[in-house]
């Protein structure tokens, strides 16, 4: 009867201590609601009369996408280099967790995470330190993240959030950041490329070095050859192919500092900074370029 006492309040307290941990690691998590009315952080622009750009306001810039924009070849590519197993688990994957620590035991330092593609969402919503507590609350929160959300709805996401480097967030952005196109005009070699940046967007970046950039995206071709995505001529090809890096240039930015200034004042008094700079608005004037960039070169000139 002693025996039978002391068992119950060891499982009555080991329950209060899986409580008050779960409590702990989940009081601030943001609420899944946040993440199906997904509104992040939108660019605002500031257009001349005939629809060209003239000014932009924002805190980080991103323009948001469908998934039925993004081209497979730039899907599949994430998948082989970050998931391939992505439509199979359920926010975490325990073998790729295994499969991770395996090669990092072999190479003796850490060459390869076990972070799946949800867990890497769930971290962008998250702090960025380092610790064991992060840890628990990016696997809660992937955990909630697939029960309530479909796999399409969270690569959506996963696709806009994420950070590419050169002051891109998300594909589209970083597909205008990089090569000057649309999403789904990228070709395969270019796919591979911003597919390999999410992984350290710094060290990774053409800008700053075109020979590690060309080793991720290799890395990532033989990723999606191993996978079936793509046979390994197509890789051959798209791995020799010379990437002309065009950053996304407008000649109408910037042509008229202080009237998109004054503009810029009239909207954070009238909506605010949170619509301003995060809210993605539209904003249509009367500047016509031709003149402005006519009357540029007139003060210029004397």
């Known amino acids: 009867m002693r025996l039978l006492k002391i068992l119950l309040v060891l499982i009555a307290g080991m329950i209060l201590f899986i409580s008050g941990a779960y409590f702990y690691f989940t009081r601030d ?9 997904y509104h992040p952080n939108l660019v605002t622009n500031v257009y001349s009369h005939d629809g060209r750009i003239i000014g932009e306001f924002y805190i980080e810039r ?15 590519a994430f998948l082989a280099a970050e998931d391939t197993r992505f439509f199979e688990h359920e926010g975490i994957s325990y073998i790729s967790i295994l499969r991770a620590m395996f090669k990092n035991m072999l190479a003796g330092k850490v060459v390869q995470g076990g972070s799946t593609i949800t867990q890497q969402l769930a971290k962008s919503f998250l702090s960025s330190e380092r610790k064991l507590s992060r840890k628990v609350r990016e696997a ?40 000057g196109k649309d999403v789904h005009d990228l070709d395969l070699a270019e796919a591979a490329l911003l597919a390999g940046l999410p992984k350290a967007p710094s060290k990774y970046s053409p800008y700053a070095s075109m020979e590690l ?9 033989e990723r999606m050859v191993e996978e079936g995505f793509i046979t390994a001529e197509d890789a051959g090809k798209a791995a020799s192919k010379k990437l002309k890096l065009r950053p996304r240039k407008t000649d109408s930015l910037g042509i008229a500092p202080y009237f998109t200034e004054n503009i810029r004042i009239y909207l954070e008094e009238k909506y605010g900074q949170e619509a301003l700079y995060k809210g993605g608005l539209e904003v249509h004037t009367t500047l016509d370029v031709e003149a402005q960039r006519a009357a540029n070169i007139a003060v210029r000139d004397g």
């Open 29 to 37: 998590l943001p609420s899944l609601g946040t993440l199906e009315e």
């Open 140 to 179: 809660i929160l992937a955990y909630r993240i697939e029960k309530h959300l479909t796999k399409d709805e969270i690569l959506t996401l996963y696709l806009n959030q994420i950070y590419f480097g050169n002051g891109a967030y998300g594909v589209q952005t970083a597909a205008e950041s990089y090569f």
């Open 213 to 221: 950039a060309r080793k991720r995206q290799e890395f990532v071709l």
């Open 62 to 76: 991103r323009v948001v996408v469908p998934l039925s924009k993004v081209p497979p070849h730039l899907i599949t």
